[in-house]
């Protein structure tokens, strides 16, 4: 004798069905590209300048120094992109003051953004 199911357990197996196969299109589909952000320049032109002036200004880091810096950029960005793509952003503007150094345009341009910026969180 075969059982039928009723027509909840069909809405529950369809919602299952649906939910799962969105599941593997999110595991599936590439992250959003972390530069794609509308912020995502500003976000790592400041964190270009902080770095700059750590390795080539002599900012002393501190967790307030860290704690004010990163609070005015993310006053400066209105708290965006998000976690991840801030994380990509951050190390890519690490990677290219320490490849560019600190005699390069970057690196000077970077410690005068910091100096009009990010340093008067500092005061």
Do not use: Y
Request: charged share 20%.
């Amino acid at each position: 004798m075969m059982k039928t199911l009723s027509p909840v357990s069909w809405a529950a197996l369809a919602f299952i069905v649906l939910a799962s196969g969105a599941l593997v299109a999110t595991l599936i589909s590439p992250p959003p590209d972390p530069s794609e952000h509308p912020m995502a320049p500003r976000f790592k032109g400041l964190h270009q300048a902080f770095e700059a002036a750590k390795r080539c200004g002599g900012l002393e880091m501190t967790p307030a120094v860290a704690n004010r810096i990163g609070a005015a950029i993310d006053e400066a960005v209105q708290g965006a992109p998000g976690t991840g793509s801030r994380l990509v952003l951050i190390s890519d503007a690490r990677a290219e003051i320490a490849a560019a150094g600190c005699d390069s345009d970057l690196a000077r341009d970077a410690l005068a953004q910091f100096e009009a910026e990010l340093k008067p969180a500092l005061e």
